[in-house]
């Protein structure tokens, strides 16, 4: 699997939206980005996945560029529970066969009032 | 739904004893991840099964480290004999091929050998 490259912490303001990078400019072209994220002390948490094209779903957006070499995260009001490590992985998905999910350092995002 | 369950959540243990982590997946799901977490090494996948055969257990640290999955229904984890560098949270993940590949993951057992 591809390897990840994600900013160890970022802070956003509660209400604001937080935008989360990642790059992966070694994907290949049956890996899909995924995103999980881990509140303290709690097990991992899936977000939200895609191949090329912009995602969304109740909880984020998934905005991943052209080239696919990188993506970036959106949460688009972010509130005080969102405060978690959040990572970006890239895994294969073919044929209903997966791939590991590989979980790097992540990006701890705080969330301030 | 019931979730992921894993037992038991907190163990704390002598160096040298055996230790038994258990899973139960989620009904249906046919892969199953076992995860270690620490805060010097984060997440790293020990072991993963699809339809209750073991795939790749590359991530198993030694020999005594060993998973099985009886049925689709629960996986066991064992460490013997446990020393004081395995303390970690073990997390147990399943998911169901062929669909989103969405791992949904247990609430972890904390291991703590002294």
């Known amino acids: 699997d591809a390897k990840t490259t994600q900013p160890p912490s970022m802070d956003c303001a509660e209400g604001r939206a937080a935008n989360l990078p990642c790059n992966h400019s070694?994907?290949?072209?049956?890996?899909?980005v995924y995103w999980y994220r881990q509140i303290h002390s709690q097990g991992p948490q899936y977000i939200i996945h895609?191949?090329?094209n912009n995602e969304t779903n109740e909880m984020a957006s998934l905005i991943i560029t052209e080239d696919r070499k990188s993506s970036t995260l959106i949460l688009p009001h972010a509130t005080l529970r969102d405060t978690a490590v959040y990572y970006c992985i890239v895994r294969v998905n073919y044929g209903g066969s997966q791939g590991n999910l590989i979980f790097g350092k992540g990006t701890k995002l705080s969330v301030k009032p | 739904d019931a979730g992921v369950i894993q037992s038991p959540r907190h163990e704390v243990t002598e160096m040298g004893q055996e230790v038994t982590l258990r899973c139960k997946p989620i009904s249906g799901h046919n892969s199953l991840f076992w995860y270690r977490q620490t805060m010097m090494r984060g997440l790293e996948l020990l072991i993963y099964?699809?339809?209750?055969?073991?795939?790749?257990d590359s991530g198993m640290p030694e020999d005594r480290f060993s998973a099985k999955m009886p049925n689709a229904s629960f996986s066991t984890l064992k460490i013997q004999p446990s020393e004081p560098r395995d303390s970690a949270v073990y997390f147990c993940a399943s998911s169901q091929q062929g669909i989103t590949g969405e791992l949904f993951f247990g609430e972890g057992s904390r291991l703590t050998v002294l």
């Open positions: 070694t994907i290949s072209g049956n890996e899909y």
């Open positions: 895609g191949l090329k």
């Open positions: 099964f699809n339809n209750n055969v073991p795939i790749d």
